[in-house]
């Protein structure tokens, strides 16, 4: 019987008890704020951290995850006996960490020419980020617990992927301007007039599908557009930072408006935090449009 292994990092923002549960490997993002280095996961949890950059004296900065630090990770999957490896990477478009995991491959297969045969790594971009892979992520190591193939996993993963939407919208414009997710011009006019936007990812790229005036239109604004482009029936997640109340009002707008509540309530990690801050709330979707080839 084949071993697999499901391997993410830490801007999947994968729930520590899941990560626990299913033995899912994590990869941790490395994270300066101030002159401090931390490990993302390891030295603080996503509420501690929030404190942290509400308090830093200027934006922390993320480091990629290097080819290096890959083949070290492929080698213990590999010692460990695995026969798969199903590593879902952090949007391509936003890091070079998903390159480096591939340069990582061929280094780790050049260094151990038996491998080949013995340990399959596939790597998988996720084109999203937090949920938007941390979700499918789980889903792949219940359906690997339960004795799927690994092509079965990876064609799920593929699956999700395709039509996978993110819908967010921070409170706050001062990190989404200083990290360039939206321009300083427009992000200067949306908090004098109290705008604030809703950004996706289609195809990997940010982008400002539109904006709400105040912040109580924000929760229904998310709920309306995720049920407008939700394929039916189908499962969602919501993504909150650092107050929960959000993700309790976009939970129960949905619940009201397609009748089941989120298959997974999440916070917002570090590594995201950083460019979006901790006043966030967000959704993740199948999109119809998305998976029609719209």
């Known amino acids: 019987m084949r071993k697999i292994k ?37 030295d603080f949890t996503p ?11 200027r934006i922390p900065t993320t480091a990629q995850y290097t080819p290096v630090q890959f083949e070290e990770a492929y080698e213990e999957v590999w010692q460990e006996g695995c026969s798969d490896l199903i590593y879902v990477g952090i949007n391509s478009k936003g890091s070079g960490t998903f390159q480096n995991s591939l340069i990582a491959r061929e280094n780790f297969y050049e260094a151990h020419p038996e491998a080949r045969e013995q340990l399959q790594i596939h790597c ?30 990876v064609s799920y993963l593929e699956n999700w ?8 919208t921070p409170y706050t414009l001062e990190y989404v301007k200083k990290s360039g997710r939206v321009s300083a011009a427009a992000a200067f006019v949306g908090e004098l007039v109290g705008l604030k936007p809703i950004i996706s990812f289609p195809d990997g790229e940010s982008k400002v599908l539109t904006k709400v005036r105040g912040e109580r239109a924000v929760v229904p604004a998310l709920a309306k557009m995720a049920q407008s482009t939700m394929i039916p029936h189908t499962e969602y997640a919501v993504i909150v ?30 590594a995201i935090a950083v460019n979006a801050g901790p006043d966030v709330v967000g959704i993740v979707i199948r999109n119809k449009d998305r998976a029609a080839g719209r």
């Open 6 to 42: 499901i391997m993410t990092d830490s801007a999947s923002d994968v729930p520590y008890e899941a990560e626990e549960r299913y033995g899912i490997k994590v990869l941790c993002f490395a994270i300066a704020v101030d002159d401090q280095s931390y490990t993302e996961r390891r």
């Open 241 to 270: 930072g650092a107050n929960p109340e959000y993700a309790r009002q976009l939970a129960a707008e949905m619940e009201k408006a397609v009748g089941y509540p989120p298959a997974m309530i999440g916070n917002l990690g570090a």
């Open 47 to 57: 509420t501690e951290f929030y404190d942290i950059l509400t308090h830093a004296s």
């Open 124 to 153: 998988l971009d996720s084109r999203t980020y937090c949920l938007g892979y941390g979700y499918p992520v789980v889903e792949a190591a219940i359906k690997a617990e339960k004795g799927a193939s690994a092509q079965e996993i």
């Open 161 to 168: 992927f395709s039509c996978c939407s993110v819908y967010f």
